[in-house]
């Protein structure tokens, strides 16, 4: 079946402008999970979705990063006045729920020039 | 003190060599332990999840140590096809926290 998919792959954006990140998680997953990956370092926990409610949004790094997740489907990520230490690769994952084994998207690249 | 510390890297080792990595956490109530492979410019990829038990992959073996608040992923026989970054990863509360990663280079 389909895996995680993220979209955009790619994001070019100036400084201070507002973006928006999608995530489909496979089917039937009601976890999901955002990271933020900077090169040469693990990913970093952003916030975590079961169902439409975040369980634990500790990782948000402030108030300019929100997420969403309105029918426990779907999730988006957003980031007002965006900053250029904002530019990182911004990974989803899903899982059938807590502790189990999550399958992560390809990432969207976010360059903030 | 980082959450999660994994040896610095990377390691370059001969093909058929056997290879070790180490990770520590802080978090005694932490609660599940995975391995993943991270492979340049890809997204993670589940290797296996480590229990107290051991447990073994074909080639790969990890063990956990609560006590020590240790875990470790042995890699023998070594292929080409094993390089890549690993990185260790423990779940606590509703976080899950992922090491910086090791490198791995697998030289023919």
């Known amino acids: 079946g389909a895996g995680v998919s993220q979209t955009p792959s790619n994001k070019v954006t100036e400084k201070g402008k507002y973006v928006e990140l999608r995530c489909d998680p496979i089917?039937?997953?009601?976890?999901l999970y955002w990271y933020r990956q900077s090169l040469g370092q693990g990913p970093e926990f952003l916030i975590y979705?079961?169902?439409?409610?975040?369980?634990?949004d500790s990782g948000l790094p402030n108030d300019r990063f929100f997420a969403v997740r309105p029918e426990g489907s779907v999730s988006t990520l957003k980031i007002q006045r965006t900053e250029r230490g904002d530019s990182a690769v911004y990974l989803c994952?899903?899982?059938?729920?807590?502790?189990?084994?999550?399958?992560f998207g390809p990432g969207t690249r976010l360059l903030v020039l | 003190r980082k959450e999660v510390e994994q040896d610095p890297g990377p390691f370059n080792v001969p093909e058929g060599a056997t290879v070790a990595f180490n990770c520590t956490y802080s978090?005694?109530?932490?609660?599940?332990f995975f391995w993943y492979r991270q492979d340049c410019r890809k997204e993670p990829k589940l290797l296996m999840s480590?229990?107290?038990s051991g447990n073994e992959d074909g080639r790969f073996t990890a063990q956990l140590n609560r006590a020590s608040q240790y875990i470790s992923l042995l890699i023998r026989d070594s292929k080409l096809s094993d390089s890549a970054t690993y990185l260790c990863?423990?779940?606590?509360?509703?976080?899950?926290?992922f090491g910086a990663g090791t490198r791995l280079f697998v030289k023919a």
């Open positions: 994952a899903s899982s059938l729920g807590w502790g189990e084994t999550q399958y």
């Open positions: 089917s039937g997953h009601t976890a």
């Open positions: 990863v423990v779940t606590g509360g509703f976080k899950t926290i």
């Open positions: 978090n005694s109530a932490s609660q599940s």
């Open positions: 979705f079961q169902g439409t409610g975040a369980a634990d």
């Open positions: 480590v229990y107290s």
